[in-house]
Antibody, heavy 119, light 105 residues
């Protein structure tokens, strides 16, 4: 069945770089797109960016200067790197299967990884 | 960015109907989707394309609307429906509403 699982450090120092990995199973990264979505505690989710099925990327304009998304299809993994982290980057980070070619909804979500930005 | 506005909370009695609204700052046609998020869990897709029920979702859940005004309904409400419900648009880069917390009276 379709599964996504995020992994990465739970604590990041201010001004440092966040690196997260999303490992997927049950579908191919060359057939489906994957998006990263984050959610500060008690707030609504925020779309961060997308790895398209064809290897192209798209980013939220508010994060574009700090964000990079890449993938390794042989390992079924999508990567997120975001630099210059600040305290308001604290929250839960999810990877999702993105049905961008079919109305643009997120039909499967990982369990999420809680990231705290603090010294 | 397209801004989605939801009421913060709604209290409904068990067995009654719950109606949650979402208003978009500009037309999103039918590119509106709804998610349920229970405490400590990831969001779960319930409705896509404004009115289509996601796989395995009970028919108690439904959605309607187009353009800028959308409605999500639970009828009848069950105790397990306690959660926060989010709308999300995909007309442009995806954005989410701030969520409506469903409480039981």
């Amino acid at each position: 069945q379709v599964q996504l699982k995020e992994s990465g450090p739970g604590l990041v120092q201010p001004s440092e770089t966040l690196s997260l990995t999303c490992t997927v199973s049950g579908f191919s990264l060359t057939s489906y797109s994957v998006s990263w979505v984050r959610q500060p505690s008690g707030k609504g989710p925020e779309w961060m960016g997308r790895m398209w099925y064809d290897g192209d990327t798209a980013y939220n304009s508010a994060l574009k200067s700090r964000l990079s998304i890449s993938r390794d299809t042989s390992k079924n993994q999508v990567f997120l790197k975001m630099n210059s982290l600040q305290t308001d980057d604290t929250g839960t980070y999810y990877c999702t299967r993105d049905r961008i070619l079919r109305l643009g909804y997120f039909d499967y979500w990982g369990q999420g990884v809680m990231v705290t930005v603090s010294s | 960015d397209i801004v989605l506005t939801q009421s913060p909370a709604l209290a409904v009695s068990l067995g009654q109907r719950a109606t949650i609204s979402c208003r978009a700052s500009e037309s999103v046609r039918s590119s509106m989707h709804w998610y349920q998020q229970k405490s400590g869990q990831q969001p779960k897709l319930l409705i896509y394309g404004a009115s289509n029920l996601a796989s395995g979702v009970p028919a108690r859940f439904s959605g309607s609307g187009s353009g800028t005004d959308f409605t999500f309904t639970i009828d009848p409400v069950e105790a397990d429906d306690i959660a926060t419900y989010y709308c999300q648009q995909s007309r442009n880069d995806p954005t989410f509403g701030s969520g409506t917390k469903l409480e039981i009276k």
